[in-house]
């Protein structure tokens, strides 16, 4: 606004010129005000980007989580069938005949604690 007020409108009373001046100080009024806005709006996606941000690394932390337990479950999975397989495949001691234990452990699947075995409640029905 300054070279406005070195013309020779301003020079000359500044009638001519008021009305110009006025406005332009009306619009950099609007001007500050908008830059203002921008500069909240600004500040205000930066902290949105910032909860991204933190937002992405839980789900990165998680998604490593869930792999891991993944892993765990195939891993117990695998552990599972071998004693499955191992409790087919027992031998009676004195007859050497075959004895599938696995039905044993199925009927306490929903509850382990009500399945005890002892070495002799189970019998070979070999002999």
Not at 41 to 64: P, S
Request: proline content about 1%.
């Amino acid at each position: 606004m300054s070279w406005l007020n070195q013309t020779t409108f301003a020079n000359t009373g500044g009638a001519e010129a008021s009305p110009y001046v006025r406005q332009i100080a009306v619009l950099e009024r609007e001007l500050a005000h908008a830059n203002e806005s921008v500069d909240d709006k600004i500040d205000k996606l930066e902290e949105v980007g910032h909860g991204v941000v933190v937002l992405n690394t839980k789900l990165g932390d998680a998604l490593t989580r869930v792999g891991v337990l993944e892993n765990e479950v195939a891993r117990l999975e695998r552990k599972e069938e071998r004693r499955t397989k191992r409790m087919k495949r027992v031998k009676c001691l004195r007859c050497g005949g075959g004895l599938d234990l696995s039905a044993i452990f199925r009927i306490g699947d929903g509850d382990q604690r009500c399945v005890w075995i002892s070495a002799y409640s189970v019998r070979c029905l070999f002999l």
